[in-house]
């Protein structure tokens, strides 16, 4: 009884700081896709300041220049965003095989208790049939 007590807490433990580990993996993910999205924004007001400034050019010098850098800018965002992109759809897979790798953790820790409870069931049938 005390093995499977200490197994019990053992598991316990282990959960625990699996649990741990995962919040701030968790955590870690969460920062990453705010910075993402910083940069995204950045990279929108980027280009939103880009067409600004060609849009007030006079000459056609200015407005050729301006044409060729919300050009520029636009093809640099568009790659920004694939790679942004692609770094949020990264994040979303390993947030969600962090959250499977939990599953069997969870999974013998109720069968543990489950049978925990039924050697007790048991046991105390066994000692009624002694006593009746």
Do not use: C, F
Not at 2 to 26: C, F, H, P, W, Y
Not at 60 to 76: F, L, R, S
Not at 88 to 113: C, F, H, N, Q
């Amino acid at each position: 009884m005390k093995k499977l007590e200490d197994l019990i807490a053992e598991q316990r433990r282990s959960n625990e700081r699996i649990a741990r580990e995962m919040r701030g993996t968790v955590s870690e993910m969460k920062d990453v896709l705010e910075k993402v999205e910083e940069l995204r924004n950045g990279a929108a007001d980027a280009q939103h300041q880009a067409n600004q400034m060609a849009l007030m050019g006079v000459a056609n010098a200015q407005q050729k220049a301006g044409e060729t850098t919300i050009k520029n800018v636009e093809e640099v965002t568009a790659r920004n965003r694939k790679v942004i992109d692609s770094m949020v759809d990264e994040s979303k897979k390993r947030i969600e095989r962090l959250s499977m790798a939990t599953l069997p953790d969870r999974l013998l820790y109720y069968g543990k208790w489950t049978t925990v409870i039924l050697a007790l069931i048991i046991l105390v049938h066994v000692l009624w049939g002694m006593l009746v």
